[in-house]
Every structure is written in C-alpha cells, then in structure tokens.
C-alpha cells in the first residue's frame, strides 16, 4: 500500500547523543515536511524539502539537521544542540506538481530524552 | 508572515450539539486552506481543503467548512456532534506560490454523552 512510514515509533536519547529518525514514503511526492508537536503549541515546521538535495528552514531548525538524497528518504536528525528534544515529531509528504493538493501525515516518532 | 489562528485551545460540546470550530488566517492574498483531525498518539488526517471555486467545502464524517475572504475565516462546523468526533483539529494554510505549510495551536473536541 502508498504511504508514508515513520520509524522508530517511540525512541529514548540520552542528554549530549545525535537521534536520527526515518521518514520513508512512496506516493512519489515531491515535497516533504517535519513539524514538532508540543501540548498546546499545535505543529511547528523544523525542515521542509521540495524536491531531492534541497531542503529550507522552517520556523524552529535550529539544533536539527536533515538531508533529501532521494525523493523517498527525508531523515532527521535531532543534535545534541537542540536542549529540549523531547516531543512528537510528524513527517508528511505532499504530491506532485499541484501544491494544493493535501499534505499525507506518518503515523509520529515520540522521542523522549532520559 | 503567514498566520492561522484557532480560537480556544478546548471546545466541549454535547453529543448531537452543533460543533463549530474557528480558525482565522492573516493574508492579504487567500491561501489555500485545509483542516485535519488528529487522533492520540496519531498522525493527521484531512477532512476537507478550500483551494478555489465554492466557498462551501464538505469534508469526510460529515464535516464542513465555508471560506469567507471578507473575514479571513475558514471556520469548521458540524450540525451533529458523535462520540468519535472527540480529537484533536488542525487549520492549516498553504500560501499561494509556496510549498510552506504552515499549522494552528489546535483544538481539543470533547463530546459530552
């Protein structure tokens, strides 16, 4: 089945360690996104990539990073810069050339750092 | 820069009460407009999107929402609240030209029995 999938659903870092987490779809869609989510602060844009070896900041990149070296593929990698990783983070892709076309969401990566 | 506001955090209505959720954006030129529900511990889900034409959008599960450029609005409503409405729901606009997508707080539904 098309989709996008997320992996490690939940993943524990340990202070001063890099993560990286996996966002893998296969809708062929050109652009791809990841947002944070904290209680009460709805979803907030870390990186968004329009197409392959491209990619912006969004509103709260600062202490992540990402790379897009396939259209499929957009990891994240949460660096020990970034002092309060602990939240829900949501991958989504959206289709094509048509940019109102809806944005499809992974199923989330709760990261918490112990 | 593009906003989307979401009047109140939490709305609690009765089952089978009217559900109507605001959402506000701030732009000169309309986005494109899009809400999505979000079940605990889930991705997101769309329930209907305003790109052009009618300006009254139906969406899945019985929801819909109008598109009022004189109010920026893009307000979500429901004429019969059910049990498994009860979630969270997103606005989002998209801005014309742009691949940016860009999200409201959210607002937490409960439906009371």
């Known amino acids: 089945d098309g989709g996008i999938t997320q992996s490690p659903k939940y993943l524990f870092r340990k202070e001063g360690q890099n993560v990286t987490l996996s966002c893998e779809q296969n809708?062929?869609?050109?652009?791809m996104y990841w947002y944070r989510q904290d209680p009460g602060q709805g979803l907030r844009l870390i990186y968004y990539?329009?197409?392959?070896?491209?990619?912006q900041k969004g509103d709260i990149a600062e202490g992540y990073s990402v790379s897009r070296e396939k259209k499929e593929s957009f990891p994240l990698t949460v660096t020990s810069a970034q002092k309060n990783p602990t939240a829900f983070y949501l991958c989504?892709?959206?289709?094509?050339?048509?940019?109102?076309?809806?944005?499809?969401f992974g199923q989330g990566t709760r990261l918490t750092v112990v | 820069a593009q906003s989307v506001t979401q009047l109140g955090s939490h709305v609690s209505v009765s089952e089978g009460a009217l559900v109507l959720l605001r959402c506000n954006y701030s732009?000169?030129?309309?986005?494109?407009l899009f809400w999505y529900v979000q079940y605990p511990n889930q991705g997101l889900q769309l329930l209907l999107k305003y790109t052009t034409g009618a300006t009254l959008v139906k969406g899945i599960n019985g929801f819909e929402a109008e598109f009022k450029k004189s109010e920026t609005s893009f307000h979500l409503t429901k004429p019969s609240a059910h049990m498994s409405d009860a979630a969270e729901y997103f606005c989002?606009?998209?801005?014309?030209?742009?691949?940016?997508?860009?999200f409201g707080s959210g607002t937490r539904l409960l439906v009371r029995p």
């Open positions: 732009s000169s030129v309309p986005p494109y």
């Open positions: 990539s329009q197409i392959v070896n491209d990619f």
């Open positions: 809708l062929n869609h050109d652009a």
């Open positions: 989002a606009v998209s801005p014309r030209g742009s691949y940016k997508l860009i």
């Open positions: 989504a892709s959206q289709g094509g050339s048509v940019r109102n076309t809806e944005a499809f």
